[in-house]
């Protein structure tokens, strides 16, 4: 990642190699392709794949406020102006859309509905509005938190939604407009998408580390239980399923089920940071606003069935790194942490041949 003053320059978003897939799958009938929502986790670290895989034929949108956000390819559009994204999918003449926008502020979303209906509603059915009588491609990233999480996980796609967040229930809503107004879409609902993030403190593993680096202390939650996945994973499902003709309900959650205080636990050791500054608790014992979800893990069957494989690594990658108990984060014999470690292991999937010794040496 590289921060120039305040501007943050995603022409030079350090990801690694885009070429684990030599061939390119998404056919000229599918572009250009435009990538919605690149202000989010998801959205940058897929519009950086793309981008580099297919160059000027990929288009990445951020709401007008977002203005710190530029580089070669993003365009500052607000999705709920519909004149103005019918005139940007018209000129651009796009092929597809992958649709990754929303706003994930839980609290946000809880104290302001309005605001997350505006975003996470009404732009799906501006965006629809946009792209009628057309057959352009689209793809739509949900959330697992469609989900109240009050069972033991695994979650199929035939369970309905239930969700106790207001950000939860403007994502399923969004879901709704898109299966009845476009059935030949695929909606693809995430877990936590482990990359960075354009501010440097809104992704799940830089918000934590956000914390740490200033020694001050974070409390993740003992029973919110999620599927975490790579970036590099996601954005390769994602380039399969717009070359695909797949449409309907897909769960893309990673192999590895972790609580978001396992996830804490695993920064704080890697990046080398003071154990004393995690806490945790039950959800239960936190405030009522917002409230959280459960075991929201998902049961990945569907994609694997229809792709012939299980696309995702586990996040972590290695064994060794998923804590065995509550203060697992402790132990440092052995093992000297640091904010390179965590960027060379967390931000990026290792390679097959890669060992943990092999970092650990570096």
């Known amino acids: 990642m590289i921060i120039r003053g305040s501007i943050f320059d995603a022409a030079n978003l350090q990801l ?16 250009p392709l435009l990538v919605t ?20 034929a990929v288009v990445g949108q951020r709401p007008k406020d977002t203005w710190r956000l530029v580089g070669p390819g ?13 005139r940007l999918i018209e000129d651009g003449g796009f092929k597809a859309v992958l649709s990754c926008g929303g706003s994930c502020a839980l609290k946000s979303c809880e104290l302001d509905p309005v605001m997350a209906q505006r975003v996470n509603v009404e732009t799906i059915q501006s965006l629809l509005d946009a792209i009628a009588g057309t057959d352009i491609r689209l793809v739509h990233l949900s959330i697992d938190l469609v989900y109240s999480g009050i069972g033991a996980g695994n979650i199929k796609e035939s369970e309905p939604p239930d969700p106790v967040t207001v950000y939860g229930a403007t994502m399923a809503e969004a879901e709704r407009l898109i299966a009845e107004q476009r059935p030949d879409a695929l909606i693809g609902r995430i877990s936590l998408p482990m990359g960075i993030s354009f501010n440097g403190h809104a992704g799940a593993i830089d918000w934590i580390q956000a914390r740490f680096a200033k020694d001050k202390p974070a409390t993740l939650y003992y029973d919110e239980v999620r599927t975490p996945t790579y970036v590099e994973c996601l954005s390769e499902v994602c380039e399969e399923l717009l070359a695909s003709d797949a449409a309907g309900l897909y769960h893309l959650g990673g192999t590895r089920q972790l609580t978001l205080n396992q996830i804490a636990q695993i920064v704080n050791r890697v990046g080398g940071y003071r154990p004393e500054n995690l806490r945790g608790c039950n959800r239960i014992e936190a405030g009522p606003i917002p409230p959280r979800a459960g075991n929201v893990t998902m049961n990945t069957e569907r994609l694997t069935e229809m792709l012939g494989r299980n696309p995702f690594a586990p996040w972590p990658y290695f064994d060794e790194l998923v804590p065995i108990d509550r203060e697992w984060h ?8 640091s904010p390179r470690l965590l960027q060379r292991l967390l931000y990026r999937r290792p390679l097959p041949n890669e060992t943990l010794a092999d970092f650990l040496r570096d």
């Open 16 to 31: 690694p190699a885009a070429d684990s897939f030599p061939q390119l799958l998404v056919a000229e009938s599918r572009l």
């Open 74 to 86: 993003i365009v500052g559009v607000d999705l709920e102006n519909r004149d103005v994204l019918r």
């Open 37 to 56: 929502g690149v202000s989010g986790v998801a959205g940058l670290n897929v519009f950086g794949f793309f981008r580099r895989r297919y160059g000027d």
């Open 330 to 337: 402790f132990h440092r014999e052995g093992f000297t942490g």
